[in-house]
């Protein structure tokens, strides 16, 4: 699902008015109307007192919409008028007009914190505050209205964005509200993907106010949320007359003393992601573990015999190879992973340890592959391409770095995000029981094991981080968020890729 900019909303506003020829108050009235169904086919009548906070902006606008919908349906609603400007809105003022006609009880306008209402905890908030206008702190008494829906406990409903809340900036220290849902009109939001915004959304829903279509489909936006129908779109099905050898050799040089585990963990998933052929790379002393472990993966070991890797050669021709995982950053292990480089030639995934060393020594991000693919998180990333003021620009860093290094950065988080060339693929799977040690090593061997079996390195990690937290999410269904654990995730890679085909995806509202 496409995320569009702020800029290309207020585009797509002005293409819908154009191609249906009618005024941007029209618009407003659909958004409006949705908004009141969504509200009415929940409530079904029910005596809630229904507290609607208005800007004095299109959001604002919105809200009386909704108002004059619920008071010509029978309920009992009192409109609030956030008085933070006088700069109201041509359609915020045509949308007060309206309701005006319609009740005698006209919205009650808050100028301080002395005006505020009381909030009970059975009633509804609409949250029609700011919507994507937002571009700079609110004032203190109006982040004081936000403190007190949070305090209510009452229900909130956010229209378009929570209130506090900017579409494209992350505004410092600033209250937002924590609204119950967030129902956005026609594209999610960004900033409800990021760590330090997305914390305050619990549940956001869709709804399509029937934006024009052409607009639509042929804008192009940085930014694109994968769900179950685009990975369906990217699995590439397995062929009858195929052999291990059609989906290729994966090595995975993985593991020092103490660290096997993850060499065991990132072999499994690789395996059980679908590749032809599986070896790994470790310390002699990690044969045993590998060997019993997994019987069905080969194993090369270095010739010497110390703790960590310390020479990393062999003579298997690989389709890709992933490198990091528990790999340790001994001087020693630092060396032959600088030799490696030098010589290989083989698409790479990198993770752990190998992104540690490029980060200490980052002329080695020189030597890489093209189109080879990195997974940190957020601390390695850091270490990669620096500190960043807030998430946006952590966006804008890691574009930059992938394209002076002409590489796909998977940026591991609650919504793990993979840029590339410009581009955003945002993910939707995962749970926070994946906040477990070793998650990350089975992504690793996922993206190795896809890229074995021909999957392009792009697709390979945005396809391979949502298999990954699907994998996740089928899980918790059996373990709960503190029993998964990283092995659990491996067992659970095939049930996500058969319930690519199981059932629909919820679709957006309407
Ligand atoms: N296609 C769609 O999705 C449709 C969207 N629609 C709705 O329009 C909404 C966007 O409306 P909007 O542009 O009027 O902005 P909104 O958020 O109401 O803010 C109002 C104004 O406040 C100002 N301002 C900003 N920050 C401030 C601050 N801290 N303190 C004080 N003032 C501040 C700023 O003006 P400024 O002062 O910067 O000139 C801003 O313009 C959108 O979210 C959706 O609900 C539908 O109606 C139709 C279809
Ligand atoms: N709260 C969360 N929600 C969704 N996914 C998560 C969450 N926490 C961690 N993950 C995922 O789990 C993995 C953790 O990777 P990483 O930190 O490298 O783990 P490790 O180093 O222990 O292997 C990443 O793929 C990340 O996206
Ligand atoms: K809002």
């Not at 905890?121 to 008494?141: K, Q």
């Not at 940190?376 to 860093?397: A, M």
């Not at 590339?420 to 994946?434: C, I, K, L, Q």
């Amino acid at each position: 699902m496409k995320i569009l900019s702020k800029d290309q909303i207020y585009a797509a506003d002005k293409a819908t008015e154009q191609a249906e020829a009618i005024p941007s108050f029209n618009l407003m009235e659909r958004a409006g109307g949705y908004a009141f169904q969504y509200i009415h086919q929940r409530l079904q009548g029910q005596p809630v007192q229904i507290k609607i906070f208005c800007g004095i902006g299109n959001n604002g606008g919105d809200g009386l919409v909704i108002a004059r919908n619920l008071v010509e349906n029978g309920y009992s609603v009192k409109t609030y008028i956030v008085n933070y400007s006088e700069n109201r809105s041509e359609d915020f003022l045509n949308a007060l007009e309206e309701l005006k006609k319609k009740t005698t009880k006209w919205p009650e306008v808050l100028k301080s914190v002395a005006d505020f209402p009381e909030i009970a905890p059975e009633d509804l908030v609409v949250d029609c505050i700011f919507g994507i206008g937002l571009n700079r702190p609110a004032a203190v008494w109006v982040q004081q209205l936000f403190r007190l829906i949070n305090e209510s406990s009452a229900y909130t409903l956010a229209i378009d964005i929570p209130s506090g809340m900017a579409i494209d900036q992350i505004i410092p220290d600033s209250e937002v509200v924590r609204a119950t849902v967030v129902l956005t009109f026609q594209t999610p939001k960004l900033a409800f993907f990021l760590p330090q915004s997305g914390k305050y959304i619990n549940n956001w829903e869709v709804l399509d106010i029937g934006l024009d279509r052409n607009y639509l489909n042929s804008v192009k936006t940085k930014a694109q949320l994968i769900g179950k129908t685009e990975a369906q779109q990217m699995y590439r099905p397995r062929q009858k007359f195929s052999h291990k050898g059609t989906y290729g050799h994966a090595l995975l040089i993985a593991g020092s003393y103490g660290k096997m585990g993850a060499a065991v963990l990132s072999n499994k998933a690789c395996l059980s992601s679908g590749a032809g052929l599986v070896t790994a790379y470790s310390t002699r002393q990690g044969l045993p573990i590998l060997q019993t472990s997994i019987p069905e993966v080969m194993v090369v070991t270095d010739r010497h015999t110390g703790d960590f890797i310390e020479e990393i050669q062999f003579d298997i021709e690989p389709d890709v190879i992933g490198i990091g995982p528990g790999l340790g950053t001994h001087k020693s292990t630092q060396k032959a992973f600088e030799e490696f480089l030098k010589v290989n030639k083989t698409p790479l995934v990198l993770d752990a340890d190998a992104l540690n060393m490029l980060s200490e020594n980052k002329a080695l991000l020189d030597l890489l592959p093209k189109y080879s693919i990195l997974t940190p998180h957020p601390k390695e990333l850091e270490r990669l391409i620096g500190e960043w003021k807030d998430d946006f620009e952590k966006l804008e860093k890691a574009e930059a770095f992938s394209a002076k290094y002409d590489c796909i950065l998977v940026c591991k988080d609650a919504h793990t995000i993979v840029v590339f060339e410009g581009n955003y693929y945002v993910n939707t799977s995962g749970n926070p029981g994946m906040a477990t040690g070793g998650s990350g090593d089975v992504l690793t061997g996922v993206l190795t094991g896809l890229v074995a079996q021909g999957y392009d390195p792009l697709t390979a990690a945005i396809f391979g981080s949502f298999i990954h937290g699907r994998a996740a999410d089928i899980a918790i269904n059996h373990t709960g968020y503190e029993g998964l654990t990283a092995g659990v995730i491996v067992e659970f890679l095939g049930q996500a890729f058969l319930d690519l085909f199981h059932e629909p995806e919820k679709q957006p509202q309407k």
